[in-house]
């Protein structure tokens, strides 16, 4: 049996938006002066934050994602998070909730919520992510590997890390991505009178967009309490010596992000794509279960299947479904052939 039955995860993580956590995702040095100003963003606009991590990946990983997100308009900053945790196959859902606060002066800033302590260093960064109740969660980011900004509102992070959770510390690496976009206040319906908004749509996207006016999904209240989210493909690979692929998207449109030997690379233009889908029996609803490597001049191809994942219908005019799934394959980088496993998050 695994550690994830074994501990019975009652961790029903009404999980955190941590206190006092780092700076605005757009920038530092000259940058952050200005960019410290909400107007950059204008009077409406959304914060996401994601934590992935994985584990060892000689079998399928222990693996985890914390998935924030923060809407900031004129009369109020509504939140929403999504937690999971994977040992193996066995997926527990820690949380789906979603909350309403005053306006703050800096909406980006993660704050506490539930039995979660956030351990804040000298520097303002995260130390730890602790929660306490019937089992203790230990998330413990370590040294920087690596960092990518690839435009004034998206910062990409990888550390290594460390997660405990019973006795066990799992050594891994960590995703941290920091995300901030404008959106047009036409985009966002009003509130639903005694419904807890859900907070912000989930978007590698930067810059002033207008969701509405480009046919994707829009802000605001619905029955999930969790964030809404809009279509496309994200992920983290590694291969366990020392190669990291990071696949998102910018306000330049969709990279890989690739870290190896402490050098960058970043392919604009690349992108997952599914290749393989299955029908989820409850509600009819497709979601995919494998995907190939796209990228201009096919200097970076690949193929990716799932192996075990936790699937969430999103409610609304359109239902759709947000995956995390643990995923294996290979990645094919300038000739030279790679076997990788990770983390695919998926909205279709």
């Not at 998206?154 to 901030?180: K, M, N, W, Y």
């Amino acid at each position: 049996m695994s550690r994830a039955l074994r501990l019975r995860y009652t961790l029903l993580l009404p999980l955190f938006l941590a206190a006092c956590d780092g700076g605005p995702p757009w920038g530092t040095g000259e940058e952050e002066e200005s960019a410290l100003d909400r107007d950059v963003f204008g009077p409406t606009a959304a914060y996401d934050r994601r934590l992935v991590f994985l584990g060892p990946g000689e079998d399928l990983p222990t693996a985890a994602i914390f998935d924030f997100a923060a809407l900031s308009d004129s009369t109020a900053l509504r939140r929403g998070v999504r937690a999971r945790i994977v040992d193996g196959v066995e997926w527990v859902a820690l949380m789906d909730e979603g909350w309403e606060m005053e306006p703050m002066r800096d909406p980006w800033r993660l704050v506490p919520h539930g039995p979660l302590e956030v351990i804040v260093g000298d520097a303002g960064e995260m130390d730890a992510l602790l929660f306490r109740g019937e089992v203790d969660l230990r998330l413990e980011p370590g040294a920087t590997i690596a960092e990518y900004s690839p435009d004034p509102g998206t910062q990409l992070v990888l550390r290594q890390a460390r997660l405990r959770f019973g006795s066990e510390p799992v050594p891994g690496i960590l995703l941290d991505a920091q995300l901030a976009r404008a959106v047009h206040p036409a985009a966002i319906p009003p509130r639903a009178p005694d419904t807890v908004a859900p907070g912000a749509p989930d978007s590698v996207a930067a810059g002033a967009r207008d969701p509405a006016a480009e046919g994707e999904d829009s802000i605001g209240p619905a029955p999930d309490p969790a964030p809404a989210a809009r279509p496309g493909a994200e992920a983290l690979l590694v291969d366990n010596s020392g190669y990291y692929a990071v696949f998102a998207a910018s306000a330049g449109g969709t990279i890989a992000w690739l870290n190896t030997g402490g050098r960058d690379d970043v392919r604009r233009g690349a992108r997952l794509e599914a290749t393989a889908w299955e029908t989820l029996p409850e509600s009819g609803l497709r979601a995919p279960t494998a995907w190939r490597v796209l990228s201009p001049g096919e200097a970076l191809t690949g193929e990716l299947r799932a192996e075990s994942a936790d699937r969430t219908v999103l409610d609304g005019p359109e239902p759709g479904v947000l995956g995390y799934v643990v995923v294996s394959g290979w990645i094919e980088d300038r000739a030279i052939r790679r076997n990788v496993y990770g983390m695919v998050r998926h909205v279709r």
